[in-house]
Each structure stands twice: as C-alpha cells, then as structure tokens.
C-alpha cells in the first residue's frame, strides 16, 4: 500500500504523517518533491537552497523511489505531498500506482495562518486548483470518489477519523495513531527547522483552531478556493456525531 497523501498549506500534513509514523507497519515520506519545486520556480522559502542541495531535485527519479519497493520492510508507504508540488509534466502514469487521498482545510482559516508567514498568496500557492484536479482523474478511473478528509474534523475527533481513513483506504485503524514522542525525525525534510516548530513538540493532536475571518483583500482569492474546497468537502468523511458546518 503506497498511500499519497494530497495537502495544501498550513494544514495539519506534518502532523498527520506523525500519526503514520507512529504505526511500525509504515515508513512515511516528507514532501519528496519540494527540493525540484524549489529548483525550477522563482519562490523564496526559507532555507531554499539548503532544501536543494541537501533533497533529490530529479522528480522522475523521486517517482520511481515512491513507486518502487516499500523502505524498511514496511508494508504501507505514507507519502506527505504538497499539492502544488505536482508540476504540469509530472502528471504521468506513475501516479496511477498510488493510492491517493486529500487533506484540506477550510480557506479563511488557512489563508489567515498563510497571510501571517507570507506577504502575498495566490490561489496556486494554496494547491486547491491541484487537488481538485487529481481528485477529480482519480475518481473518474476509479469509478468512485478517493478519501478525502477535513482538517478540522480530524482535529475534533481523531480516532473517529482516522478510523474512517484508515476504513477508507483499506488498512487496519491502530490507536498508535493518536500520540507519539516529542522531537525530531528521521524523515523530516531539512526544512523542519523553519516550519515544524509546534510538530516538534508535539505529541498528539491538538484542538481545532477557533474560526478565522477572511484577512483583508484576500476576500476574492477566498471565493477563488471556496470554489474548489467546496467541491473536495461534498466528499469529505464524517463521523458518526459528524462535525459542525465549518461555515
């Protein structure tokens, strides 16, 4: 089982691939693309060219890695992707040796959170455009819809969720899902030190953040990213008590 997990930012993928990690029956990946990302666009992230030197900048060659025997012995491959990651050429026929499913959050929150570490933000940086699409070919071969899971439900209950997940894409749920060891990994990319202060100090899933407004000027690029999270929600698990309307 090689799951790959589709994110857009400032959500909780960090966290969720430590609830992965914590599973022995699984090696877990973090973000394989961002060093090419890095490579061939013009934006500035911090430590961008350590994350470059240090990470494989050969896309097709990180595919066949993803694609390839399981690391470790393990018999599940949790992979963190930012969705903005997959570029236009890398859309090939690797992808359908995946078993894919999408993480999203609801927009106001997460251009608030983004608007506070970036000066600007366009609806690319978001990854919903992507998401959306590879959710849509994944459902058409598929002839049903992937999983797709809401931040903020997770964050509410967890268990539930990941159980629903877990359910989903037909591995056994385990509760060591639900805590892990403060600290550093292995398989955190070298980025960790710029992005993953709170993760690392982490040992389980916090609460959910209260409801944010939309920052200032971002109301049109809000409606851009309702379009296409509103779409990827329809979709989302639920749990039994279900979760409240996020808006």
């Not at 608007?115 to 690319?124: F, I, N, S």
């Not at 809401?150 to 749920?173: E, H, Y």
């Not at 993953?196 to 916090?206: E, I, K, R």
């Not at 939309?214 to 296409?228: Q, W």
Request: hydrophobic content about 40%.
């Amino acid at each position: 089982m090689r799951i790959a997990m589709w994110s857009g930012p400032r959500n909780i993928s960090t966290t969720l691939m430590r609830a992965w990690s914590a599973r022995p029956d699984t090696f877990v990946c973090d973000e394989p693309f961002y060093a090419h990302y890095l490579l061939v666009s013009d934006v500035e992230h911090p430590g961008r060219d350590e994350v470059i030197a240090h990470h494989d900048t050969d896309w097709q060659r990180v595919s066949r890695w993803l694609t390839g025997p399981i690391p470790g012995e393990r018999t599940i491959f949790y992979q963190k992707h930012m969705a903005k990651h997959l570029l236009p050429g890398m859309w090939q026929p690797w992808l359908e040796q995946l078993t894919h499913a999408f993480l999203i959050r609801e927009p106001a929150g997460m251009l608030a959170s983004y608007a506070r570490v970036t000066e600007t933000v366009t609806l690319e940086d978001t990854g919903l455009p992507t998401q959306r699409e590879l959710f849509d070919r994944v459902a058409d071969r598929l002839g049903h819809a992937p999983p797709v899971i809401d931040a903020r439900d997770v964050l509410l209950d967890p268990s539930a969720l990941l159980g629903l997940l877990c359910a989903a894409l037909d591995v056994p749920f385990s509760t060591q899902m639900l805590s892990w060891p403060p600290g550093p990994r292995p398989e955190d990319g070298i980025w960790a030190k710029y992005w993953y202060g709170a993760v690392l100090d982490s040992t389980g899933f916090g609460p959910p953040t209260p409801p944010a407004a939309v920052p200032g000027g971002l109301e049109a690029l809000h409606e851009a990213c309702l379009i296409h999270y509103d779409h990827l929600a329809q979709h989302r698990l639920r749990s039994p008590t279900d979760a409240p309307d996020l808006r």
